[in-house]
């Protein structure tokens, strides 16, 4: 049985790595603090296996962690991987210089996650086979001191033949460098003779560079006589073949505890290294092109910032939109279209030579990065050649195509002074030409309007929210007033905003109404919430009703009756545990198709309600002619309800009218227990608002209704 420690003060990298850990395999425990004063604590006395731990924490930071863990004499070899989102060589010396084993880029690669955590274990086994043995050689020699040259003689033998087996590379020097043992693995991977080689130089196994840096870390060995923590190095085996292994400096000491030699252990993590060059290439460059994908270019952009800054020179940012790329893929296919865009690829390399990037950001959006910039002028040079190149004929499938290219570009320091403003800027100006009839060229002007800033900064948010699924879902209940139970929730959409946090509806639904990304959005959240819905039932829940408001835009472009009776097939969801909100304003779009789709939604199971009810265009006598089950009335009847009779008297009204039609009343934006007692009192069938529960996660939503709070507003 293996044992990780996990040491995070954030619950969800804790669960995480948890996880993580446990998938490497069946017999592997994991312990997981969130405060490093407790972990140290607990090691203090256990001795697991393996530690990982983040770098930054409130506490203490990664290095001084690992400082606490090497005082510990049976942690002092213990393999520590250190997790960071600090690409920092400043940061990576200080864990090492405290004794950090290896490192991880957070966010973690689960692949490579688990590949270090198995390989250091690996190496944990073997160090701890190697002492298991050592002991139990030790205690035989103890048990018979009439045979002790004998015994001596075989636990030689045997433990060399242990190191034999090891696949590590063993070896041992004395103070002078000399090589006392090495095992068969090192000296049939470095293609020598066993018996040659005891006695040699350092520089016999390891080179001359190698050798000699081998023998000055020795010293340090000798000198401090503790050992040195685990380090990556590189060298060329016996064909050649460069490797990079992960190597150890351990003490060997006599009975009376003087060091007798140096023992280095080297495992080969060429593998694990190759993949990591791999992953680093796939996520930093584009597939299709080749080119260095948007990672990467703000890494470059980043890194010109902080040249230019010091040597006071302009950097220039180019976005480029192709004007005519959707027909080609529409008409030609999107083996034409990869094509074209591998070719645009090629001709944006050509013109850029070494002067910049070019770049893809995805799609038919590239970008280049221009450096060595002097003035205005010569970042106009570059992207009239950029539009000239880019305006020649294509040849695909022996048909000639033509297109051209929408420019927009910025400069630093004079419109911007941080990598993610100049590229705010330039995309405005390549939107502003694009605005403009396209095959043009803009640079950022500070006169652009703020509104037509943050829309098309809006814009390119909401896309990106799209695609990284920023989107989630928060639900609020809704209360039965008769009994106190919770019986349904209104699913209420967050964006989970990079660098700002979790944003309310209000402030990004008119964009993605005007943008129409309304549509997937609203297809997302119809799906989410039924899949969610379901979920409850299988965790125990009560049958409860979930709410999905539509909108207009999505009665007017798509079919939304066979939207919902497609995501109820695939979530499984019962059609009578939904509930769609309109709002007054789809009544104002087709009356007749409207009608007509609600009236599918309810042959379906599906239950109606309208949203917001008495403050736009509708009566009851107008929705006396719709398929609906529920009216919410609005909160801004409910606000005084205590307090104003004009708004008691609406109340009473709406009630009596709507039960006369067989229609369920609920009551929103119930914030106090008075208001909750009035509803009673005036026969409101459904309640909801911050004082029977906030909108919440789902996690948290499952745990409210899973308590017992029925008394709270039955009392």
């Given amino acids: 049985m293996s044992n990780i420690i996990i040491v995070d003060d954030q619950a969800t990298n804790r669960n995480l790595f948890s996880r993580l850990a446990k998938s490497i395999s069946s017999d592997i425990s994991v312990n997981a603090f969130a ?41 002092i070899d213990l393999p520590v991987v250190i997790v960071t989102v600090y690409e920092d060589r400043e940061f990576r010396l200080q864990a090492l210089e405290a004794g950090a084993t290896d490192f991880l880029q957070s966010p973690v690669d ?16 073997q160090q701890l086979l190697l002492a298991s ?36 590379m063993i070896s041992a020097a004395d103070r002078d460098g000399k090589i006392l043992f ?36 020795d010293r340090v060995v000798w000198d401090t006589g503790r050992p040195i923590s685990s380090f990556e190095e590189e060298f060329s085996d016996g064909r050649s073949e460069k490797r990079t292994v992960l190597t150890t400096k351990s003490p060997l000491r006599t009975s009376a505890d003087a060091i007798t030699a140096v023992l280095t252990t080297s495992i080969d993590i060429s593998e694990r290294k190759r993949a990591e060059a791999h992953l680093h290439h796939i996520t930093h460059h584009d597939a299709l092109t080749g080119l260095p994908n948007r990672i990467m270019l703000q890494e470059r952009l980043s890194a010109e910032i902080v040249r230019s ?114 590229l705010r800027s330039a995309n405005l100006a390549m939107h502003q030409a694009k605005s403009e009839g396209g095959n043009l060229h803009r640079f950022y002007v500070a006169d652009m309007t703020m509104r037509a800033r943050e829309a098309a900064e ?23 007033l008769a009994t106190g139970l919770i019986i349904g929730a209104e699913a209420l959409l967050r964006w989970h905003r990079p660098g700002i946090g979790i944003v309310a509806p209000a402030m990004f639904l008119p964009r993605v109404e005007e943008n129409g990304l309304i549509l997937p959005i609203g297809e997302w959240v119809l799906k989410e919430a039924c899949r969610r819905a379901v979920e409850w039932q299988h965790q125990g829940l009560p049958g409860i009703r979930v709410s999905v408001n539509l909108s207009a835009l999505q009665f007017r472009k798509q079919d939304v009756s066979l939207l919902v009776t497609e ?31 609600l009236h599918r939604l309810r042959e379906l199971g599906v239950s109606i309600s309208i949203d917001d009810f008495g403050v736009g265009y509708s009566s009851l006598q107008y929705v006396k002619h719709l398929p609906v089950d529920r009216i919410k009335v609005d909160r801004c009847f409910i606000r005084n309800i205590t307090t104003d009779p004009n708004d008691a008297a609406i109340l009473r009204a709406i009630v009596n009218l709507g039960h006369s039609l067989d229609l369920t009343i609920v009551g929103e934006g119930v914030e106090t227990a008075e208001q909750l007692a009035h509803l009673r009192i005036e026969g409101c069938d459904e309640g909801q608002g911050y004082h029977l529960g906030k909108p919440m996660p789902v996690e948290e939503f499952i745990a409210f209704v899973k308590a017992d709070r029925k008394h709270v507003y039955l009392a």
């Fill in 35 to 75: 405060d490093p004063l407790e972990a140290l604590s607990w090691l203090s006395e256990n001795t697991p296996d393996l530690i990982i731990s983040d770098y930054k924490m409130p506490q203490m930071d990664g290095a001084e962690l690992i400082r606490r863990i090497r005082e510990l004499p049976a942690l």
């Fill in 110 to 125: 689960h692949h490579e996650f688990a590949t270090r955590a198995r390989n250091l274990l690996k190496m944990r086994h």
């Fill in 133 to 168: 043995r050592a002991d139990g050689l030790e205690r035989d020699l103890k048990h018979s001191e009439r045979s002790r040259e004998e015994a001596l003689r075989d636990s030689s033998e045997r433990l060399a033949q242990v190191i034999d087996t090891v696949p590590a």
């Fill in 182 to 217: 090495t095992n068969a693995y090192q000296t049939r991977l470095l293609g020598l003779d066993p018996a040659k080689v005891v006695g040699q130089d350092a520089t016999v196994l390891f080179g001359k560079v190698q050798g000699a840096r081998s023998k000055s870390l």
């Fill in 309 to 422: 800054r010091r040597g006071s020179r302009i950097v220039a940012l180019h976005l480029i939109d192709l004007d005519g790329f959707k027909p080609i893929n529409d008409v030609l296919g999107h083996t034409a279209g990869d094509r074209f865009l591998i070719e645009t690829a090629k001709r944006l390399t050509r013109v850029v030579g070494k002067s910049g990037t070019a770049a893809r950001l995805g799609g038919d959006e590239f970008a280049v990065l221009q450096t060595g910039v002097t003035d205005e002028g010569a970042a106009s040079d570059l992207a009239a050649r950029i539009a000239e190149a880019l305006s020649q004929p294509y040849e695909l499938f022996g048909k000639p195509i033509t297109t051209t290219a929408s420019i927009g570009t910025s400069l630093h320091p004079h419109n911007a002074g941080n990598v993610e403003d100049l």
């Fill in 458 to 480: 809006l814009d390119t948010e909401l896309r990106q929210a799209i695609a990284e699924e920023q989107f989630t879902l928060y639900y609020q209940p809704r209360m039965d």
């Fill in 567 to 597: 995501i109820l097939a695939e979530t499984g969801l019962d059609a009578t545990l939904l509930e769609l909100e309109i709002t007054e304003s789809v009544m104002l779009e087709d009356t007749d198709a409207v009608v007509r789709d």
